[in-house]
């Protein structure tokens, strides 16, 4: 008989485990608004999600307060050099060019960023020049070299940033990563799957406190879980490569009584959800949602994934070089109406909506 009930619970379990194979997974939630502030915006990135950062900031400048930009090229970056492609452009010039001579054309990029503020395609240059940055190169980074971001901190210092708001560290004998302090990720060195790199410090901490002035010290726990939520929502392009789902970070405290910041964090490539899950690495365990909750900030985890068809995108890198408009011979990706950009905005104008989800875990 004991036979018999061990065999019975174990066809049980097979059983179990082949319905809970072939169910469709649960829809992502809508994401609520919380009263957000988004005068107090800022976003951070890796490599590509560096350069997206940076579009993001430029464009958007009238709601930002700062960015953090690590191993990424000037915005526009793609543009340095008109008799090669955008493309070429962006993973020669803005990576690993043979000479610094070659690199990113600086001058003409400012020259470009005014124009288009001076369009109205994106806000006022004005905007930057009380702002705090963040601009990190590592030494042993040949993905996106030392040559290339040290062009960063010009460019933003053209555009009027005080050198003294600018903090830019090449220092650290870092890979192409972002960093932490955790024992079990890749030595710091070294360029490797899923680029999180153990250096001895939690640079999330170093982006929020250059940005935000003097914070708390991260949280050791946290109030509130990671919210997944329906990012198709906001996706009205049909080449943006953007996941369904992306995530955010939202303190108990700013679900119900507080209006908060919102950070944007942004991965590079082959770092989004659908790549690195269900390890959760970039969204989970990068020091930011400590800094959210020890700090009152509302942590924002846009998502792209890869895509070999249209658009052609098989890292899954943000864009910054043109992808997300295969069709035009001159495509915008780096403006207010660029589809990536138009997307995130949106997901940033949702949360600054009045409170409309609370439940009963919440105010607990």
Known sequence: MKHFDRLLRLRLLSL???????????????LPGFGADISKTSVSGLSSGAFMTSQIYVAFSDIMVGAGIVAGGPYLCAKSWAGNSLLTNATTACMNPLTPSVGPNTPHLVALTRD???????????NLADDHLYIFSGKSDTTVTTAVVDQTAAYYEALGVPASSIRYDTSVNAGHAIITDENDDTDCSKTKEPYVNDCGFEQSNIILNQIYGSLNPPADTLSSEIMAFDQSEFIDAANTSMSDTAYAYVPAVCKTHRSCPVHVVLHGCEQ????????NKYYAQTGYNQMAEANDIIMLYPQVQPSNAAPVNPKGCWDFWGYSSPQSADPDYFTQNAP??????????RLAEPVTTISSTDTE
């Open 16 to 30: 179990l485990v082949l319905i809970l194979a072939v169910m469709p997974p649960a829809e992502a939630a809508r």
């Open 116 to 126: 288009l503020a001076s369009s109205g395609a994106i806000d006022p240059i004005e």
């Open 272 to 279: 989004g959800a659908a790549v690195i899950d269900p390890s």
């Open 340 to 349: 990536q950009l138009r997307a995130i905005r949106s997901m940033i104008d």
